[in-house]
């Protein structure tokens, strides 16, 4: 046994986890790198210990012995992060939140619901479902995820044009700062109070402090509910109904809207061959919706839109989260991701066009598409899904690479935003200067060196390699 | 001229202000104690010089040049807050924002206003509704106030229960850095990039940079628009059909409930004695309109609502932002403040009998009302108004401080926020440790001595005093 794990047994009275199954199953997320590496036996680096924490106490015990012992933690949720957020550096220690289970406490009235942080995210949906009310945050790994993750990642869900993104959703926080001491932030419904502090632990990646206990601002359980669906001659004729909708004030929950090549893929039997298809989700009073539905209706036809089955509304919702492993592409020669990012509707068009030609240009890519998944006033997240099968089996990393590199110039030269919701972890830290500026990363940099003077926490996640603080 | 006046004109290339009337004009916001000590000659302190910067890039030069001389700087727009936010230091350097005017773009596709940070507040709604678009943010100081001082004071306007506050209509803003670094976000509709760096600035109040350019999303102008009003026999039977509503969906832009005190004083040609008012107005697509007023009025009968005349909320729109200064009260030796805090459904009923209750208890107390203005899902901010006539007018100051000592503690022992959105300035700056916690000031100093670690920026706003950095 390392030092470092006896001397967190020393502090938590009790055993951690050293056994090598362990240590590998949290070694990392769900980057696809990672499933590449893992498949070619390439663990790039391992953990000494993974501690499963089961109180602030712990976590506290487990920051103040790694700083102690200048050890890297590396906090761990559900382990569904798609962009490398974590790659445990070799002898550090995971922080596994997973233990740290549960409802902590259910306000009606106020309609606020606590969980610990390592709480599923699916399973505080149906806690909070079972009294009747929601959270409405429904990430595509929601089954996966941790709910202090979709804090620590800036979690975005399907329903979030109508509910929002999870600082919208999210009323106060406990985290734990790398020095030890327990930040926890007062229930208000708003605050003029300096700096929202919340805010430095939303997107921080674990780098910055781990979430221990989160709160939602929830929401009743919708009285109606009704789909619809529609489609276009192309993509961009479907962007218009969209911005006008969302221009409008009204507010579906969901609004997406697939490129021709994706609602084959997932709408066969109801959009005709080369459309694009439409779906929406509308939620609320039933005379919010009968009135939200009739509007909408209306944009759509207005924007060259043609009704299709709303059942599709209902194929999406049971398929929705069903997507296929990385794995078995990876075992065919072929690398498979996905890209989020959001653009001004000025832009959107432009954006599509661009970023599907530049992965279509990199040797090797077989299909690069896109749908639009979260929309606001100012402009949508365009989702593109690449794969590429490169003639040599070992030159899949460098292909995957390659596509990143030139979606992500791209979108920078285009002056729109690198990520929607999945995050920088290690896949877009090198194009974070180019969203934040030189002084955007340097600012970052000063608080995380305030924060976290040695980076310990999660080090090599989000900031920009060069120049690290370590 | 003092040394700091000359080195400014020389990186300026022009004279600063220093005669005396313009230190005099720059040496404060709007605080009622700044008044009452102006009003009795006892102005504490006068800066040095006043710069009126015209550009991003003297803003550079004025903080390059204070740092280097070790001169604090106070950044100033419309110098509307009531808070004492603005207390300059003698022989500090005012920059005001004044000369940066004016709208830099207007998008109407994406909906985004971009403008200079000294643009007047009403100028700037006033230049976009020209276009039939609005901002949205209505604080009542709107005809005083400065775009960028929204920002830095994390504003929120009365139609924020539709719109939101300005954390939610800001897009993107420039800022520049106590180092004489420019910040730049990306203008983007969401973003998963790491912390939202928009939040150090929210809400800094001047102390951790200066805010020179903010972009707004924008709305188009309603369609349609209707007012409503109804009274109740008290004020908490109001609170819950605002509760309710809310809980709902339903997002009126205006809902506003005056207890019986305010209501008498406000509306008294509609409002029967005794009764608590409360004034809603709806906004948005005709349809959308009417099934919002007809479910908000389902809930105020059933909570025991008598409908009013809704020509009230025309008397309120007039008049709303009409208020009485506070010199003609000081002269009378009346000290009249305001106290907005937040509070979750659970407890709003509590804090406005506590605090009222609190607020008489004070010698010389004559009124202590209330209304809540901006309502959440799961809370609402109650905004309460007192004024006070002690028996000595040297107690005036006493008096004005137990008052907002015993709200305070009030407040925080009740578990509710200290501000809505009005902010910290040195009014609320020693109440501040009881709403962050210890753990929450360390962790606010601690980004302030990365940024400016000689407290050059503010020095003496926001953070408390008792081991403030320097």
Known sequence: ??????????????????????????????WVL?????????????????????????????LVTCRAARVPVVPYGGGSGVCGGIVAPEGSVVLSTRRMSGLVELDDTSLCACFAAGTNGLEAERRVSECGLTIGNWPQSIELSSVGGWVATRASG??????????DLLLDLEAVLPDGSVLRTVRTPRASTGPDLRHLFLGSEGTL???????????????????????FARFHEGLEPI????????????VRLYDAAESKRHFEATCPEERAMLLLLHEGPAAYVDTESAAVSKHCREAGGREADPATVDTWLEHRNRVPGFRG????????????????????????????????????????????????RSGTCLY????????????????????????????????????????????????LARELGESGVALLRAVKRALDPEDLLNPGALLPEADAPR
């Open 329 to 376: 592409f990876l075992e065919k020669g072929i690398v498979v991701d996905t890209i989020e990012v959001a653009a001004t509707w000025d832009r959107v068009a432009q954006v599509y066009d661009r970023v599907t030609e530049a992965l279509r240009a990199v040797p090797g890519v077989l299909v690069a598409t896109s749908h639009s998944s979260h929309s606001y």
């Open 243 to 254: 911005r006008r909708l969302v221009r409008d004030g009204w507010r579906p929950p969901v």
């Open 158 to 167: 399907q329903y979030s044009t109508g509910y929002g993104s999870i600082e």
């Open 34 to 62: 990672s499933e590449l590496r893992d498949l070619e036996d390439r663990i790039p680096s391992l953990p000494a210990a993974v501690v499963e924490a089961e109180s602030t106490e712990d976590v506290v015990k487990v």
């Open 209 to 231: 402090g781990v979430v221990t206990q989160v709160s939602f601002s929830l929401r009743p359980l919708p009285e109606a509910r009704r789909g619809q669906a529609f489609h």
């Open 384 to 431: 593109f899904t690449f794969a590429a099968r490169p003639e040599r089996r070992e030159d899949m990393e460098a292909t995957y690479r390659a596509c990143w590199q030139r979606a992500m110039q791209t979108v920078t030269t285009l002056g729109a935003g690198i990520s929607h919701h999945h995050g920088i972890g290690r896949v877009r830290r090198e194009a």
């Open 1 to 30: 046994m390392t030092t470092i794990a006896k001397r967190l047994e020393d502090a938590l009275g009790r055993p951690v986890l050293t056994d090598r199954v362990s240590r590998v199953a949290h070694c990392r997320d769900t």
